[in-house]
């Protein structure tokens, strides 16, 4: 929605909007990197470059300590771009409700009986019948 020079997003603020940018950037980042870090370890096993005189290379070491360092932090991240989208779906269901009451609050009483003479008729009616169980 545009208003004169300036842009409104009614149900996400900058603010969110912003937040959830930097929280999917960093996303990309760690994930990148984790990707990375596999790689390497992935090269290192294949080439039987991970063990020497059966004993785990410091490097090996180093790389699965940066990997599960990773994961964790990638974990927070993913918990908080959760967090993120529930405020950004609550705020646009109150936005789509705010939008419901203003609809029908500039619904004149004209328009009402115009849609209920439309569709209200004898026609389109549906009779339903209660039938109670018998004992």
């Given amino acids: ?10 149900y996400k603020t900058a ?9 999917t950037d960093r996303l990309v980042k760690q994930k990148t990197e984790l990707a990375e870090i596999q790689r390497r370890i992935a090269y290192l096993k294949d080439n039987n470059k991970h063990k020497v005189a059966g004993r785990l290379t410091d490097t090996f070491k180093d790389l699965q300590g940066k990997e599960a360092l990773l994961k964790e932090r990638l974990k927070s991240t993913q918990a ?32 009402l009986q115009r849609v209920a003479k439309k ?15 018998q004992k």
Avoid at 119 to 133: A, C, E, H, N, V
Wanted: charged share 30%; hydrophobic share 30%.
């Fill in 119 to 133: 569709y209200f008729t004898q026609d389109s009616r549906t009779i339903l019948q209660y039938m109670p169980k």
């Fill in 80 to 111: 908080t771009q959760s967090k993120i989208v529930s405020v950004e779906k609550t705020a646009e269901t109150l936005a789509s409700k705010e939008a419901q009451k203003q609809a029908l609050s500039k619904a004149k009483k004209e328009d």
């Fill in 15 to 23: 603010r969110v909007a912003e937040a959830a940018q930097k929280v």
């Fill in 1 to 10: 929605e545009v208003r004169g020079s300036r842009i409104t997003q009614p």
